[in-house]
């Protein structure tokens, strides 16, 4: 059973940064595709960003294009999400994802998502 653990939410003001962290516990995952999705009060979870088991492919939301970054490092066993330039829309709770299977790039579809953590809660305000 994997089990997965986010960090580094806050809150800060609009235009600032944040690094959020996932690390698993338990075993590890190198070779899982990992994802990062947010959910808003009244609204469904959306994908935010996902990289390959390798890191050499990753994909985002059109919203966060040229504003986040996600990374992994494999031998640290943990995944990162660098948040700049955060607006008050990027209020959230940020929880990233393991996914089993290897699709060649990160999915973006709740769905194939076999792992969550607790989530972790980024608050931007204007």
Do not use: H, I
């Amino acid at each position: 059973q994997v089990q997965l653990v986010e960090s580094g939410g806050g809150l800060v003001q609009a235009g600032d940064s944040l690094r959020l962290s996932c690390a698993p516990s338990g075993r590890t995952f190198s070779t899982y595709a990992m994802g990062w999705f947010r959910q808003a009060p009244g609204q469904e979870r959306e994908f935010v960003a996902g990289v390959s088991w390798s890191g050499g492919s990753t994909k985002y939301a059109a919203s966060v294009v040229g504003r986040f970054t996600v990374s992994r490092d494999n031998a640290k066993n943990t995944v990162y999400l660098q948040l700049n330039s955060l607006k008050p829309e990027d209020t959230a709770v940020y929880y990233c994802a393991a996914d089993p299977f290897d699709r060649g790039t990160a999915s973006d579809s709740v769905s194939s998502y076999a792992y969550w953590g607790q989530g972790t809660q980024v608050t931007v305000s204007s």
